[in-house]
């Protein structure tokens, strides 16, 4: 009887792991499930949210001919039976490995916002509101790469709105200096204020108070403070941190259960410089792809090898910026910006979809990323594991 790689999720790593398996695993059925039937480019979703406007790719035009698709929610996982439950059937469906790429389509809750920009549901219905109501004055909460996208774009689309960004912490300040100075001077010549280390006591229908007891009001929030994934795998037994992360060893293996394999924003790596965004979550497809493919053939299991290059953000559509990184995520004092920035940083988010279709046309593996050891704290945990027999 043929093993079965079953996929949870076709974003980024699910679908690049079930194409990358599909080349090295001839002797094994491969299926993919997920709730919806088209790929959603995450990291355009703020262009989404602020024109309204979306190219339309379907899953199965992104898969190999030999990768099964199913179009069904995932209710349970259960990893002890080797199984899971999808909804309206009550027939379970069996694997011998699992690939759980369910991405983080959940918020941090802060207090009553519920908006947000996080999956393509929350992004649709933000979109509805703004057209039954015109939007004067936006507020998004969070300074992070999605906040500032966010409101570049939300900007550009909408020159007669005001927008605000409330940052808890100092605005920006995982760039460089020049990565600073430049977001800031962007922001304030496009009228973006940016409203820094200020923490909300209380939001009512259309104003926040801070801590300090100051008011701004606002027509719509955006909450884009930070991401869960989904509550399937902590409920199924899987041991995972407060964002629903499931803990994973140094090959992408959930600490819990062995013959599953976790990728992208639902994976946790303890000690790691590695943060959610298809910039891991495409390697990280691929490695669980080579990893599985290794296990069946007897091989041994390789660590998880990953190192950043650096931090691509749009603001508008003719303005970005390249923040140059060492391989630990930290900022050079190296960027590019403007036009050039926009440019590079284009090119990048089409290289996404361009990878995973390479993937699905050539015969070999395309993909590939800059490697190192991903663990910044205690590498005699990686040393140790990596050694462990599998």
Partial sequence: MKPKILILGAGYAGILAANRLEKQVKDAEILLVSESTEFKERIRFHELASSGSEKKIRIKDLLRTNVNFLQSKVTRILPK?????????????????????LGSSQIHK????????????????????????????????????????????????????????????????????????YLRTYLSQNNIHILEK???????????TFEDQ?????????????????NLPSEAGFTTNGQNQIYVDPF????????????????????????????????????????????????????FLFQFAGRCVSLGRNEGLIQFTYGDDKPKEWIITGKWGALIKE??????????????????????WPKGNPIQKDESVFTKTISIET
């Fill in 81 to 101: 039976e080797n199984a899971i439950e999808i909804d309206g059937n009550p027939n379970f469906i069996g694997y011998d490995y699992l690939i759980v790429s």
């Fill in 252 to 303: 992408l293996r959930s600490l819990s259960f062995q013959n599953v394999f976790v990728a992208g924003d639902s994976a946790f790596l303890e000690n790691s410089i590695l943060r959610m965004g298809c910039v891991t979550a495409l390697p990280m497809g691929a490695h669980i792809a080579d990893q599985i493919a290794n296990q069946m053939r007897g091989k041994k299991l390789s660590p």
């Fill in 198 to 208: 200020r923490k909300i006591h209380s939001i009512n229908e259309n104003e926040i």
């Fill in 214 to 230: 100051n008011k701004i009001s606002f027509d719509c929030i955006l909450n884009c403070s930070g991401f869960k994934t989904s």
């Fill in 347 to 368: 090119l990048v988010n089409r290289f996404t979809i361009f990878s995973l279709k390479m993937e699905k046309r050539l015969p070999c593996r395309f993909y590939f």
């Fill in 110 to 181: 802060i207090q009553n916002v519920t908006n947000s920009i996080q999956s393509y549901e929350s992004t649709s219905h933000f979109i509805k509101k703004y057209n039954e109501k015109e939007i004067l004055k936006l507020g998004i909460i969070g300074g992070g790469l999605t906040g500032i996208e966010m409101a570049s774009e939300w900007k550009y689309f909408h020159p007669n709105s005001s927008v605000f960004i409330i940052d808890k912490n100092e605005f920006a300040s995982s760039f460089s200096a020049k990565g600073k100075k």
